[in-house]
């Protein structure tokens, strides 16, 4: 079903795409959902600040038809007050580089972060900003299954794409792939590339999973982070190749 936004975490004013239930419970927390698509310039990220839903039920099988508006972007604050020096961007934007490129140094950077978030009483604020593009998708769901496919024309040239699928950290703790790799918690990382052909993220405590494959033409990467009341998502993404106007795969759900 559509993801209502859960007012605890700061990317709550993020539009979420499909999420899990289980026995009426929301598992997404912080995640953003299945099919949900972020635009990149550099390291500035540009998120789906609203959604026009469209649904239909065939049988077996609902359509839900979704257009995103792209019109947020992080931001931080302190006190109440947006911090709006670009210098300071460029170096968050330079640090969140190196925390993706040298997982050794994660650790540091993210106490050096969160040391400074706490001495400043600095938040994360998102904005909306002017529509950037918008992104069409269709989410074809079946008892086992989404087929997700998306339709990039209204994505601008010189934007990466990257299509996020989250859940929940506290429910979606293990992660294995189907070269037997097999990660608990921390040890899964917080944004590594996938190199085997499918990979699946559990909910341990449920006895479910969702599994996707590589797709030719994109790069896909997992994640997993969880932070007090600042992050809680785990997940698969895809990152496209720039100038792509249509992309689709499939998710797989199960019990373990």
């Known amino acids: ?21 289980c026995d009426g419970q929301d598992l997404s927390e912080e995640g953003v959902g299945f099919g949900v698509p972020v635009l990149k310039t550099g390291q500035e990220a540009v998120f789906p600040g609203s959604c026009v839903w469209k649904a ?16 947020f972007v992080r931001r931080m604050a302190v006190g109440g007050r947006r911090i709006d020096c670009r210098t300071f961007y460029r170096a968050r934007e330079w ?9 050794k140094l994660r650790k540091g950077i993210l106490y050096g972060a969160e040391l400074s978030r706490m001495v400043m009483s600095m938040k994360d604020a998102f904005v909306e900003v ?5 992104v069409k998708a269709v989410y074809s769901i079946m008892d086992d299954s989404v087929r997700v496919g998306l339709d990039l024309r209204g994505v601008p040239d010189g934007h990466e794409l990257v299509v996020m699928n989250e859940q929940g950290a506290n429910h979606f703790d293990s992660y294995k792939d189907s070269d037997e790799l097999f990660l608990e918690k921390d040890a899964i990382g917080s944004w590594d590339e996938v190199f085997s052909d499918r990979a699946s993220f ?8 969702f599994a996707l494959t590589r797709v030719e033409g994109a ?9 007090s009341d600042r992050l809680a998502w785990a997940g698969l993404a895809y990152i496209l190749t720039p100038g792509t106007k249509r992309f689709s795969y499939t998710i797989r759900l199960g019990r373990t």
């Not at 559990?202 to 479910?208: A, F, R, T």
């Not at 790069?219 to 932070?227: K, T």
Request: glycine share 8%.
């Open 56 to 71: 239909e039920l065939k049988g077996d099988c609902a359509t839900i038809e979704a257009e995103y508006s792209m019109n």
């Open 1 to 21: 079903m559509p993801g209502s936004n859960q007012d605890c975490y700061p990317t709550s004013r993020i539009q979420k795409g499909l999420v899990l239930q």
């Open 219 to 227: 790069r896909m990467m997992r994640g997993r982070e969880l932070l």
């Open 95 to 103: 640090l969140a580089s190196q925390y993706s490129r040298h997982p």
């Open 202 to 209: 559990i909910d341990s405590k449920n006895g479910l999973y």
């Open 130 to 134: 002017p529509t950037v593009g918008s």
